[in-house]
């Protein structure tokens, strides 16, 4: 029995995902951070699905490119600025860097598509909460969401948008 893509990507994130935060976490000493890099690395995934697919080994090739992407955090960390705030610097309110996740996702998704997205990327929902907020069942907002998932996918595609 051949296994899908999706099925294939859903298992190796579940059975890896939270060792891969666990490490980052202990490395760079944020959560947010190893959770961006985790991110990162499955995202460089889905722009190498044909090479990772047929890897010998893809656990292996997941903890590889996490250690390098951690490589490349803690790199970034150290030529920050580390002026402190406090030394006169007037702090502003809001954030002018931080913009909606809907921003990012490419035209032609529809209302719906943008809204289940948001709440699995953004919001960090489970499909039991995604379920609960739309009045659907658990088995409805996977479909919904795999679809959407792949509508995305194949208009960044077109997009010819480099992951």
Known sequence: MEVSFQQWFDN???????KMVQTARRL???????????????????????QVM????????????????IGNELQRQRHRNTDSLDDGYEIGQE??????????L???????????????????????????KMGK????????LHRAKNHCRELLKDEKVEI
Request: with cysteine; aromatic share 10%; charged share 20%.
């Open 12 to 18: 190796l994130y579940m059975q890896n995902s939270l």
């Open 28 to 50: 760079l000493g944020s959560s947010e951070s190893a959770e961006d890099v985790v991110q990162n690395v499955f995202i460089i995934l889905l722009a190498k699905k044909d």
């Open 54 to 69: 047929v890897h010998p080994c893809p656990q292996a090739w997941l903890f590889v490119t996490l250690r390098n992407q």
């Open 95 to 104: 954030d002018n860097y931080e913009f909606p996740f809907c921003d990012c």
């Open 106 to 132: 490419p035209p032609g998704l529809t209302n719906s598509e943008r809204e289940i997205l948001s709440m699995q990327f953004e919001d960090g929902y489970s499909y039991e909460e995604i379920a609960r």
């Open 137 to 144: 069942s658990v088995l409805a907002c996977r479909t919904k």
